[in-house]
Each structure stands twice: as C-alpha cells, then as structure tokens.
C-alpha cells in the first residue's frame, strides 16, 4: 500500500484562531524559527506557509493576522465571515490549503500541541503514510477533571463504535489526497477526528507532551466540550437507536414472565379482582411499545447513514492506471 513520496514537499500549516490576540505574537515567532528550520534542512519547499484561520474573533486577532502576513514571508491568512466554530473554522482551512500544499498539519493557536513533533510527522509523510496522528502521550499537566473526562469519553466513543485515535485531537498531518477525500464527506455535524480513520490510507502515529496555553483562556468551557462529544456519539454511531430495540425486546420478555406468573398467582387465589388485567397490560403494552419505537428507530438509522451520504468506498491504487503511467 505505501508508496515513497517525493522530498521537499509544500507544507501548510493551518490555525483556527478564534479570539488568539495574546498569543499570535508568540506562535508566530516560534513556528517562523520552526519552519525557517525545515526550510534548510530541505525537509520542506521553501513555498510552505502557515495559515491562519480568523474565526470571527471579538478582537485584534485579525488586524494582527493581516500585519503578520505583511511583515513575514511564511505567514498568510484566512478570514471567516463570522465565528463558525473550531471544527469549520479548520476544516474551511484545510480545504483552501489543500489548493496550495501538498501536505497539511492542523494545530491550535495556542501551541499546546508540541511543535517539535512536526519534524517526526513529515518524515512519517515521507515513508509513505498519508495520515499522521498526534498522540497526547500523556496528560500530566491536564487538571485531573479534564484527564477523566477527555479520557473517558475517548474509552465511551470507542464502546459505542466509532473508530477514533484514542487521545488523538486535531493535531494532525494529512496529504492532499487525503483532504481532497475529505472534501467528499457533505455533513454538517462536523467531527473531524472521527472522519480521518473512515477515509483511510496509511497511517501513523507520533506521541507528544501537551503542554499548558501559554497565554488566554481556553475557548472550549464545559458546556461546548460536552456538546461537542455529543455530537461525536451522535454525527457517528447508530448505538443508542439500537439500543432502544434491545431494550424493547426485553421488557416484552419480561412481561410474558409477568403474563405466566400473574396467572398462577391468580389460579392460587391470592389477587384481588381485576388485579391480573391490570398488570398483565401495563407490562404488555409497555413492552409493545417499546418494540415499535425500536423497530421505527431501526428504519431512522437507515436514513440517518443514508442522508451522509458518505463516499462508500475510496480507491487508494489502481493498477490498471499506474501501468498505463508507466507505458507513457
Ligand atoms: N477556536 C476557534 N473557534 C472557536 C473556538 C476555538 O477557531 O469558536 C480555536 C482556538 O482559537 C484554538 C483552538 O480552536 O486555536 C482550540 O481552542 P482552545 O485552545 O481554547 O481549546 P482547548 O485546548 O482548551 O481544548
Ligand atoms: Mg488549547
């Protein structure tokens, strides 16, 4: 499956900054060395630029991004019609960077993803792997409630089916072919961890030590990371509304246990009148009821992966192809 790649690939690294003022100055001086660094150890083209994704910040963030582009040659910018959130706002980078580059590395403004993993990323690229995923190695410096958290939900996506990196977030090298799939997959509920592993190819993974934000506050509070995970379980798996089937099949068996055991209790004497009745439909009915959502919840899931419409297959060599290639 892996193929080598040609060296000195065009890099783009694309930002989301949404309300990043306190900390442009100092990302911008720190990945101006880093890609100054792989310009002349040839491990990138000199054409490679860091793109900043203005997600309709509040404050200076893009009057800083325009100067920024002005003054250094590695830098150019992206401006938002208004704040759309981290996931589009990145994912409105990657599909313009995609035009220009021939691999991308996703990250946040804050560089609490490590820099220096880059290196090892573009040299993964260069064995032949079209995903890189940067793996939290640890979470030390996380506060224990964001490490139980963050953890556990990557444990719960994966129980409930859905096949992600575990402590993989958006820091991330991707190929331009991988992107120019990506652009395929239409859906709105974006979850872009998740969406990498169903395109495919080779991948890899680099680990890393996440550190603290240097500088402001973080811009996903409680309330946003919560529904951000629940649009993960939902945007990916079918599990609940299958569960709602389960569930019915077995209050209807248990209300048949009722059925039988009712009637002895009946035919032994021991009831009032009327008691049996009662018991017997509220269980029986309940138990019906549950069934038909299931059962209707079944023909939702169909329609749910059918409105995706996600690519069903993506070719990643075809033979037929490369010989023609290679007859020309
Ligand atoms: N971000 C964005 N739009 C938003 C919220 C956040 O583009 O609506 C960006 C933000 O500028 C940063 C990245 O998403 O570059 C991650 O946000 P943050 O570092 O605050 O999240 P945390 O690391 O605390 O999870
Ligand atoms: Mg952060």
């Given at each position: 499956m892996k193929k080598e790649v040609k060296k000195q690939a065009i890099l783009y690294v694309v930002i989301p900054c949404y309300n990043e003022e306190e900390v442009l100055m100092e990302t911008t001086r720190q990945l101006k060395e880093k890609m100054e660094k792989l310009v002349k150890d040839k491990a990138i083209s000199k054409e490679s630029k860091v793109m900043y994704v203005n997600d309709g910040s509040k404050d200076k963030t893009w009057e800083l991004i325009e100067e920024i582009n002005k003054k250094e040659n590695f830098f150019t910018g992206l401006c938002l019609s208004r704040n759309r959130g981290h996931q589009n706002a990145l994912l409105a980078g990657l599909m313009v960077a995609k035009e220009y580059a021939d691999i991308v590395i996703s990250m946040d403004a804050?560089?609490?993803?490590?820099?220096?993993a880059m290196d090892e990323m573009i040299k993964k690229y260069y064995q032949g792997n079209d995903i890189v995923y940067g793996v939290r190695s640890?979470?030390?410096?996380?506060?224990l409630f964001k490490r139980m958290t963050a953890e556990g939900f990557y444990k719960f996506m994966q129980k409930m089916g859905v096949d992600i990196v575990f402590n993989?977030?958006?820091y991330r090298l991707t190929s331009k072919r991988v992107l120019n799939y990506l652009e395929n997959y239409k859906e709105v509920n974006l979850f872009l961890r998740g969406m990498f592993p169903l395109i495919g190819f080779s991948s890899d993974v680099v680990y890393y030590e996440r550190n603290e934000r240097f500088a402001g506050e973080s811009k996903y509070p409680l309330k946003k990371m919560l529904s951000f995970a629940w649009d993960g379980i939902t945007s990916f798996s079918v599990k609940p509304i299958k569960m709602v089937l389960s569930i019915g099949i077995l209050i209807f068996v248990v209300s048949i246990l009722i059925l039988v055991y009712s009637l002895v209790v009946k035919l032994l004497g021991n009831t009032v009148p009327g008691w049996t009745f009662i018991i017997c439909s509220i269980w029986i009915v309940a138990g019906l009821e549950m069934l038909s959502l299931g059962i209707i919840g079944e023909y939702i899931g169909k329609i749910y992966n059918e409105t995706k419409a996600r690519p069903r297959f993506i070719i990643a060599r075809n033979l037929v192809e490369e010989d023609k290639d290679e007859r020309r």
């Open positions: 804050d560089l609490q993803d490590d820099i220096n640890s979470r030390k410096k996380d506060t993989h977030a958006d």
